[in-house]
């Protein structure tokens, strides 16, 4: 089954750093915008940031200023760098393609990414 798998996600600090990174089992990848959602406990997906096919990217508001996303069409990976990140910012966090208000590949595994002091 085609899906993306997540790693990067730990532990850290307030004010700390992490970078995601998820690949893409496909060969559609370079063809479609990716996008990084989190999902922290009780709430719903949360779509973070967006990276086009060009490598334009469009980020939420609770992204903006603090990460970066990015991507590598020949290693159907992209990339979520976190920088100053925040208790709020803990949960767990992947990737998907989206398809107008949802996505259309089914959830992979995720990435825990847990900010504490």
């Known amino acids: 089954q085609v899906t993306f798998v997540e790693s990067g996600g730990g532990l850290v600090q307030p004010g700390g750093s992490l970078r995601l990174s998820c690949t893409h089992s496909g060969n559609i990848f370079r063809i479609y915008s990716v996008g990084w959602y989190r999902q922290a406990p009780g709430k719903q997906h949360e779509l973070v940031a967006t990276v086009l096919p060009d490598g334009a990217t469009v980020y939420g508001d609770s992204a903006k200023g603090r990460f970066s996303i990015s991507r590598d069409n020949a290693k159907n990976t992209a990339y979520l760098q976190m920088t100053n990140l925040k208790p709020d910012d803990a949960a767990v966090y992947y990737c998907?393609?989206?398809?107008?208000?949802?996505?259309?590949?089914?959830w992979g595994q995720g990435t825990q990414v847990t900010v504490s002091s």
């Open positions: 998907n393609l989206p398809l107008g208000r949802g996505v259309s590949e089914p």
